[in-house]
């Protein structure tokens, strides 16, 4: 991008006099509000039931009650890499590293939906074969369990809604938890199938409910994090709005190469070109662009370069000799004569 005078140099955002101002008010990560005591007491409760239920469903015989058992070791891998996350996140910007940590969360998160995805093929191969060849299952103990375990999960879900929610992995966590709530209640009517009707059947019908609300959580993890890892502009901001919004402020000429992404969880950034009709404050512009950023969209994270447009810009006739290697749709003001990028 070419800078027309000397004079324009310095409009890019870093140099502005109020920087820190500009980034007041937004969190960077999920350490600032995520209660780690909330996420470890519901580590502590679910570690304690999955190794009762493991050795209670291999003596009932329960697929279900195993199923369980491992997708309750899902939920306490979630807790456990959300907190290693939170204090990954929590160190400084240094080295190579210019946003910290900050991703090890999405990681976190990715990893979880992975795992979750992995384990449904598997508890679903598992469960078909068992409602071909029913097992003998003793109902009453899958019963006892699942009503315990319901129990479990209602003070690990509570739990974990008391930290901060807008964390991906710590949401992930939650997640894991809210699906084995339901999975606990599937197994329990299983169980009273059962020992009412002696349907052995149910058990494997039970684990099939779980393998679908497995795949849902999973699927859901993964989309999130692989937007956030290929740079998708987050939900609910969605770029051809913004540009046009910003393209009809004051004095704007032009908004190119604009860029709206999330750094992590609750962290969104956004970057643009800016032209600024001849004669006008560039300064005022960005500021007024920054403060329309943050007040709509939330945005705190701004970089704008902000420059004077040459003069066929300032008539509404710019053309892309401005910036030969531009890329993504050209936002100009309305009623500008506009070329065929214009979005």
């Known amino acids: 991008m070419t800078t027309h005078d000397p004079q324009d140099a310095p409009h890019a955002h870093g140099d502005h006099d109020n920087a820190d101002e500009g980034h007041a008010g937004h969190s960077h990560g999920v350490s600032a509000d995520a209660d780690r005591r909330w996420l470890a007491g519901a580590l502590t409760l679910i570690v304690a039931y999955m190794a009762g239920e493991v050795i ?44 910290g940590l900050k991703r090890t969360e999405i990681l976190s998160a990715q990893a979880n939906g992975i795992s979750l995805l992995l384990l449904s093929i598997w508890l679903a191969y598992e469960a078909i074969r068992r409602l071909i060849e029913p097992p003998a299952v003793t109902g009453g103990l899958v019963l006892g ?31 894991h938890i809210l699906t084995d709530l339901y999975a606990f209640i599937a197994t329990a009517i299983a169980g009273l ?4 009707t002696g349907f052995a059947r149910a058990d494997a019908m039970a684990s099939l409910a779980v393998v679908a609300l497995m795949l849902k959580a999973g699927h859901g993890l993964v989309r999130e994090s692989g937007r956030i890892f290929l740079e998708a502009a987050p939900t609910g901001l969605p770029p051809e709005a913004i540009g046009r919004a910003m ?21 969104p950034a956004a970057s643009a070109h800016v032209l600024v009709a001849d004669g006008e404050d560039c300064h005022a512009v960005r500021a007024d662009l920054e403060a329309v950023l943050a007040e709509a969209y939330k945005i705190t994270h701004t970089t704008l370069q902000v420059d004077h447009a040459p ?15 531009s890329h993504g749709p050209i936002h100009r003001p309305a009623g500008s004569v506009t070329g065929p990028e214009v979005g």
């Open 56 to 99: 209670v469903g291999l003596v009932a015989h329960s697929l279900a009650l195993i199923s369980d058992a491992a997708h309750m070791l899902t939920d306490a891998a979630s807790i456990v890499l959300a907190l290693v996350a939170m204090r990954l996140a929590a160190k400084p910007a240094q080295g190579s590293y210019t946003y």
């Open 311 to 325: 003069t066929p810009a300032a008539a509404g006739g710019a053309g892309p000799e401005h910036c030969e290697d």
């Open 145 to 175: 369990t699942a009503l315990v375990g319901i129990v479990i999960n209602v003070g690990a879900a509570w739990m974990i809604s008391r930290a901060n929610r807008t964390s991906l992995n710590v949401e992930g966590a939650f997640q």
């Open 193 to 196: 199938a059962m020992v009412f």
């Open 247 to 267: 393209a009809a402020r004051p004095h704007v000429a032009e908004i190119h190469d604009l860029h709206i992404w999330q750094i992590t969880s609750g962290m």
